[in-house]
């Protein structure tokens, strides 16, 4: 059978915005003409009505709990979250139980990605036990069978000489190193970000210079190096400016910024009870909101990465001394970031395929299609960018429902997801949410 596209917005090769049929058939896109393609009797024909078509959305930061965790979310249910979002390739982090930190473990780990997985769901292994021991994990090995990059992400790495061997075991192998920042000597404590707010809520605040300070010592740590070096969700202004003098010095760095510190920052927390607003690293202030926004739209940060946290209601319940760090990302990305970049004018549609498809993809060197062409593989999104409305919880393909974006409402959303051709999300035929239940 061949899907028919009739009528697509889509970015082309040269970054033009066109209206297009699109003819895929099997795993590949067969044809992407200006005029009326005739349909066979048996082919599937979808009327696009100027939604836009792009190459399967790409996420390098996700969690997805299994094993270990599988209250919070499933490989199943994560990649169905990611599905539904627009996503056809995302990295998992290896914070799960058992820590992927040997090969075998790993090799397991892909295989449940394989089975369970909806989508592509790539792996990292840790760079060391437990995410805190100080002796690097057996890189070589890990990379041989299969890790996509090597990362502690939820600790930072303490030590300079853990951290100086881990990017020189990862440069032999030619794979990303990716960094969560975070100097536990400088942690307060902290479960915000630490300044007026924090006092005037009476909660402890971490200190950014926990995040500037481990970005200092990589920096120079990966010129030293020579390893791609990629630093996980930016939140500072301060470590902005020092990946952009960075890149000048020609040290091999790339930046992800999360969609809640583009959109949020400390001044939205009113109480200590808005537990979706808790999360690592913190919301911080307005000032370092305008600069992770400035440093997207001038190419300091090359992506933007959700870091997909699900979490249980119980592990969220409380307030912020006790809840768990973290929130869900994966749905409720594009509308988001459609909403508040491109529908404002701040950026373009172009952009937006940078952020999410072409940059994830060639820093991460992935085998993902980047541009809509003919031959290319059939992992694609469609967007409605014509639909408004309110992001419910109830619909959430997650197990997990916190996310402090509920009851905004925003402009995009996912009607279609393909993988290797084959339709993973259809939104006309969408029964996944099942959440009703739920507080
Ligand atoms: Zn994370």
Redesign the pocket.
């Given at each position: 059978m061949r899907l028919l596209i009739k009528g697509a917005t889509i970015v082309d090769e040269t970054g033009a915005v066109a209206r297009r049929n699109v003819l895929i058939q099997g795993d590949k896109v067969m044809a992407i003409v200006d005029h009326d393609l005739e349909p066979n009797d048996d082919d599937h024909v979808i009327e696009a009505q100027g939604a836009v078509l792009m190459p399967g959305l790409i996420d390098v930061?996700v969690?997805f709990r299994e094993p270990g965790f599988e209250d919070k979310e499933t490989i199943a249910t994560g990649s169905r979250a990611a599905a539904r979002g627009g996503f056809t390739t995302v990295l998992a982090?290896p914070?799960l139980n058992p820590v992927p930190v040997k090969a075998t473990l790993l090799r397991q780990q892909l295989r449940r990605n394989e089975e369970s997985g909806l989508i592509h769901v790539k792996q990292y292994g840790a760079i060391s036990a437990n995410l805190t021991a100080e002796t690097v994990s057996p890189i070589e090995e890990l990379a041989a069978a299969g890790a996509i990059g090597f990362t502690n992400?939820?600790k930072g790495v303490q030590s300079a000489a853990t951290m100086l061997a881990a990017m020189k075991a990862a440069k032999a192998v030619n794979r990303p190193l990716v960094a969560?920042l975070e100097d536990q000597s400088l942690m307060n404590g902290g479960v915000m970000n630490m300044g007026e707010r924090a006092d005037q809520l009476g909660l402890p605040g971490a200190d950014p210079l926990a995040e500037t300070s481990q970005l200092a010592r990589d920096l120079v740590l990966a010129q030293a190096t020579g390893v791609h070096y990629h630093v996980?969700?930016l939140s500072t202004k301060v470590g902005v400016e020092l990946v952009r003098v960075a890149k000048t010095m020609g040290v091999h760095v790339t930046a992800e910024v999360s969609p809640h510190h583009l959109l949020l920052d400390e001044t939205d927390i009113q109480s200590a009870t808005q537990t979706n607003l808790k999360m690592n690293p913190p919301l911080r202030t307005p000032a370092d909101r305008e600069a992770v926004i400035a440093g997207l739209l001038d190419g300091t940060i090359d992506m933007v990465a959700t870091?997909h946290?699900p979490h249980s209601v119980a592990d969220k319940r409380g307030d912020f001394r006790t809840a768990a760090f973290?929130i869900t990302g994966l749905e409720t990305c594009f509308p988001l970031l459609y909403t508040h970049f491109i529908e404002s004018g701040l950026a373009t549609l172009a952009q937006l395929q940078q952020w999410l498809v072409k940059a994830p993809a060639s820093a991460f060197d992935l085998d993902a299609p980047t541009v809509l062409k003919v031959g290319m593989k059939a992992d694609l999104a469609m967007f409605d960018i014509s639909h408004r409305h309110t992001i419910n919880a109830n619909e959430f393909a997650s197990k997990a429902v916190n996310s402090p974006f509920v009851g905004q409402t925003v402009t995009g959303m996912t009607v279609l997801t393909m993988v290797d051709g084959e339709i993973v999300y259809d939104a006309t035929t969408d029964n996944t949410g099942g959440h009703d239940d739920n507080e």
């Open positions: 930061h969690h982090m914070n992400d939820g969560h996980a969700h870091d946290a973290g």
